[in-house]
């Protein structure tokens, strides 16, 4: 099993230099207040425990480091790719909600919609 250790101060400085004061995912400019340090392999994934690389580190952009959360790498980017290739639907939905035309929808009606369109497990049937 992999033994975690602390970061200190003189890794945080060689990591800067090896990323070149980017973020290690996202290649953006890192700014002091916008950095954190994070794992590559979540150590929260205990289930990853025996992976190469469990309990190292990098730096990454805050907003990175929220967005990746627990996911490895591959998770990130299958989500990633997900985002990307619904853009254009997110758009639509975007306009629909900022329009503020959400009509109201019966009990009764949505009953119905979710019988017909939802499996017993709650998700949304292939059609």
């Known amino acids: ?23 290690a995912i996202s290649g953006e400019k890192l700014k002091p207040s916008e950095t954190s340090v994070d794992h590559v ?29 627990a ?6 980017y299958l989500l990633v790719d997900k985002i990307i290739n619904y853009k254009k639907n997110s758009k639509e939905l975007e306009d629909k909600v900022l329009k503020d035309n959400i ?3 019966s009990k009764k009606d ?3 919609y979710i019988l ?4 017993e497990d ?5 059609k």
């Open 110 to 112: 949505f009953d119905k």
């Open 41 to 69: 392999i979540p150590i929260s994934r205990k289930d990853l425990i025996e992976e190469k690389g469990y309990g190292k580190f990098w730096l990454v952009s805050s907003k990175v480091n929220k967005l990746k959360g």
């Open 122 to 126: 709650g998700v949304i049937k292939d």
């Open 1 to 23: 099993m992999a033994k975690l250790k602390n970061i200190t101060a003189s890794e945080i400085r060689a990591l800067l230099k090896i990323q070149n004061g980017r973020c």
């Open 103 to 105: 009509e109201d929808f």
């Open 116 to 119: 017909e369109n939802f499996d």
């Open 71 to 76: 996911m490895t790498m591959d998770d990130l």
